[in-house]
C-alpha cells in the first residue's frame, strides 16, 4: 500500500502502445500500474474465479500477477471513467535488465522497427529478433515445462489468445551494471551464489543462453541455428498479456489477415491454435543445458 500510495509519485514508463494503455511503477519498482479498456475488465472478471485458484494451485505459475482492479471517476464536465490495475513488475530486481524480448510464435510484424544503432536497453525486442536460445538447467526446464503446460491450458480454457512471454535478460559480463544489495562490488560470486539459492522460476534465474544465427533455408524461421558461443546470464519471465478473448474484432483481423498473409504467421488465431504454436515456440526457444 505504501508502494502505491506514499508520496513518491509514479513513473510513466513509455507512451501508449497500440492498446493505448498508460502504464506507472511505483518509485519502489514493485509493482505495475496499468490503465484499462473495459472490456478487458470484463475478461478479468469472467476468468477471476479461474485465475484465483490457478494462482493458488500453482505456486510458481508464471501468468500476470494481478493485486487488484479499480475504477475512478473523474467528475467534471467531461465525466470520465479510468480503469486501471495492479500488477506485480516481473523485473522488480537489483540486476539491470540489458535485453528484453516479447515472444509470441507468430511472425507476421513480429521485428522491431527500431534501427540497430537505436536498440537499448528499453527496446522490447520480437520474435524475429531473437538471436539466442535459453538454456535452462536440467530441474528448471522440466518444472518450466510443466508450468508453461498448465499456464496455457488455464488460457485456452478461458478463451484467451495474443498472450506472450516477456523475457528479461541480464548478462553477467556486464555486471558493471548491477548494484549489489550490499554495496560491495567485490561480492558479486558469493551473491549470486545466494541469489540462486532464492531463485523461482522466472525470477532471478542464473542460466545460459546461446547465440544462433538466422538460416533463411530453415524450417523454423523463428529459431536460429546454434553457434556453439554462450554467455552465462540472470533470467527473468512470465507471461504477459492474458486479458484478450477471442472476441467479434479479433476473428475480423484473423479473416483479413487471413487473406493478406500466411495464416499461421498471424497473431490473430484461434485461442487452441494460438496455444499450441506459442508451446512450440517456446520449446524450441528455451531448451534443457546439457554441459
Not at 519498482?29 to 479461474?50: G, H, Q
Not at 488460457?155 to 553477467?172: A, C, N, P, T, W
Request: net charge neutral; with cysteine.
Amino acid at each position: 500500500m505504501i508502494s502505491i500510495c506514499g508520496d513518491d509519485a509514479l513513473r510513466e514508463l513509455s507512451s501508449p502502445g497500440k492498446s493505448g494503455s498508460f502504464f506507472y511503477l511505483t518509485n519502489d519498482d514493485k509493482y505495475m500500474i496499468k490503465t484499462m479498456k473495459k472490456s478487458e475488465v470484463k475478461v478479468l472478471l469472467r476468468m477471476l474465479p479461474a485465475y484465483y485458484k490457478h494462482v493458488r494451485n500453482f505456486e510458481h505459475t508464471l501468468v500476470t500477477k494481478f493485486f487488484g482492479l479499480h475504477c475512478v471517476k473523474i467528475t467534471g464536465a467531461i465525466q470520465k471513467k479510468v480503469r486501471f490495475v495492479i500488477m506485480g513488475n516481473l523485473f522488480c530486481s537489483h540486476y539491470g535488465i540489458h535485453r528484453r524480448f516479447d515472444l509470441k510464435g507468430s511472425s507476421q510484424g513480429r521485428m522491431t522497427d527500431k534501427p540497430l544503432d537505436q536498440i537499448d536497453e528499453h527496446t522490447t525486442l520480437k520474435d524475429l529478433d531473437l538471436n539466442f536460445i535459453f538454456r535452462l538447467g536440467g530441474s528448471w526446464f522440466q518444472e518450466f515445462c510443466r508450468q508453461v503446460d498448465k499456464d496455457c491450458e488455464l488460457l485456452e480454457q478461458e478463451r484467451i489468445m495474443d498472450y506472450s512471454l516477456l523475457v528479461g535478460i541480464h548478462f553477467k559480463d556486464r555486471c558493471k551494471d548491477m548494484i549489489p544489495l550490499n554495496g560491495n562490488a567485490d561480492n558479486g560470486g558469493a551473491e549470486d551464489s545466494e541469489q540462486n539459492k532464492k531463485a523461482k522460476l522466472g525470477i532471478a534465474m542464473q542460466s545460459r543462453v546461446e547465440n544462433v544465427v538466422r538460416n533463411p533455408e530453415s524450417e523454423s524461421p523463428l529459431i536460429g541455428d546454434p553457434t556453439g558461443e554462450f554467455r552465462e546470464v540472470v533470467l527473468f519471465f512470465g507471461i504477459i498479456d492474458i486479458l484478450q478473448d477471442y472476441d467479434i474484432s479479433k476473428k475480423l483481423e484473423h479473416a483479413y489477415k487471413s487473406q493478406l498473409y500466411d495464416p499461421n504467421s498471424i497473431s490473430a488465431v484461434d485461442p487452441k491454435q494460438y496455444c499450441k504454436r506459442f508451446r512450440d515456440f517456446i520449446y524450441r526457444a528455451f531448451t534443457e543445458d546439457v554441459q
